[in-house]
């Protein structure tokens, strides 16, 4: 799986054209505030507003860089990872008045960005699905209850897989094997607690802390 190899490729190739505004927009001028109080947000918009680095309710491309770099990503694979997560999410949760070219990502409107294929752990509105997350390890946690290896990891995403939308394919794997890849443990699992925290965002902040204390 690429996201895993941090491949130096995918977004070059695929996005050559957004790229090229990514880092246009990443140097270039500011933007309107959109601000969302934490305590309002539904657990969507709280799995997002980690990378709003200065809590105005944007999220910008250079601060989804700067955010996947805190918790872990190299530099080259942060880039494209900021790429590919605000060419797909920018122009669908910015409103019309929105500054162009409509790359920042909007906390409100992050619902619209919602793609098929996943677990169901959000509903259509951003909001928690508790039983959703539980069904995850009955189902697919084997080997241990409480953690996820990466095989198994795989096997969830695959039988998630909607074959009537493949295009919603590629999200899940960029999403679940990002999180496999900075938070799992030595012997290969990713924890039913971390694996809580990807949907209410606690768990970039805990790889953040991890990170920064290790760095110092």
């Known amino acids: 799986m690429a996201i895993r190899r941090q491949s130096s490729s995918a977004a070059s190739l695929l996005l050559p054209p957004v790229a090229a505004l990514l880092f246009l927009w990443m140097f270039g001028g500011g933007h309107v505030m959109a601000h969302t109080e934490i305590r309002n947000m539904t657990a969507l918009q709280k799995h997002v ?50 500054p162009l070219p409509h790359l920042s990502i909007y906390i409100e409107n992050m619902h619209r960005g919602m793609h098929g294929s996943d677990t169901g752990a959000f509903d259509v509105k951003g909001r928690f699905v508790p039983q959703k997350f539980e069904e995850i390890f009955i189902k697919h946690a084997k080997t241990r209850p409480d953690g996820l290896t990466y095989l198994e990891m795989e096997d969830m995403i695959l039988a998630n897989r909607d074959p009537l939308d493949p295009a919603s394919w590629e999200g899940p794997q960029i999403e679940w094997g990002g999180i496999y890849n900075v938070a799992s443990d030595n012997d290969g699992f990713l924890h039913k607690d971390d694996a809580r925290g990807i949907y209410d965002g606690s768990v970039f902040v805990k790889l953040e802390e991890k990170r920064a204390f290790f760095s110092s």
């Open 49 to 98: 507003s980690f990378f709003d680095r200065n809590k105005d309710g944007i999220i910008t491309p250079s601060e989804t860089f700067e955010g996947s770099v805190a918790i872990g990503f190299n530099v080259t694979y942060a880039r494209e990872f900021a790429t590919l997560v605000h060419a797909a999410n920018g122009p669908i949760t910015s409103p019309v008045d929105a």
